[in-house]
């Protein structure tokens, strides 16, 4: 599949406007740590994005513990790749199969639904993020 030039286009995929799992636009996830399978601070995706990096964490302590046990460290910097550490409170694009692990094991992050792309559905329910989220009132 081509990589993302920025039109829109993957390679005869052609990118539709991104809906969070309310049905609504998707919203930036973070700029700052720059999150994304695009690094462009959106759990966007696209047909290459295979671990589908769509839902928007709220970083907690329990689960970089429970991710580094599960061999993906998110809280070590790898400056070469411009990654600087996650740490409690940041939010970032997790790959949604590792949620609904977590969700499993009882170690899931908070998510922001409004920034939680609907590709996310294909892996977690709706009434599982609902339970996990810091954007309904």
């Given amino acids: 599949m081509a ?4 039109s829109g286009d993957f390679g005869g995929w052609r990118k539709q406007p991104s809906r969070n799992v309310l ?5 930036p996830c973070s700029l700052s740590p720059l999150t994304g399978f695009f690094r462009n601070g959106c759990c966007d995706t696209s047909p290459s994005d295979h671990g589908s990096h769509t839902v928007c964490m709220v970083a907690t302590a329990e689960f970089l513990a429970f ?5 993906n460290d998110l ?9 600087p550490g996650l740490k409690p ?9 590792r949620w609904a692990e ?4 009882g170690k899931a992050p908070k998510v922001v639904l409004s ?7 294909a892996y977690c329910k709706l009434d599982d993020l609902k339970r996990f989220a810091v954007d309904l009132s």
């Fill in 3 to 6: 990589p993302d030039d920025g």
């Fill in 23 to 27: 049905g609504g636009p998707l919203q």
């Fill in 67 to 71: 991710s580094a046990q599960r061999g």
């Fill in 75 to 83: 809280s070590t910097p790898m400056h070469e790749y411009g990654f």
């Fill in 89 to 97: 409170g940041d939010r970032w694009c997790l790959c949604a199969p």
């Fill in 102 to 105: 977590a969700l499993e094991a």
């Fill in 115 to 121: 920034a939680t792309h609907q590709g996310a559905l």
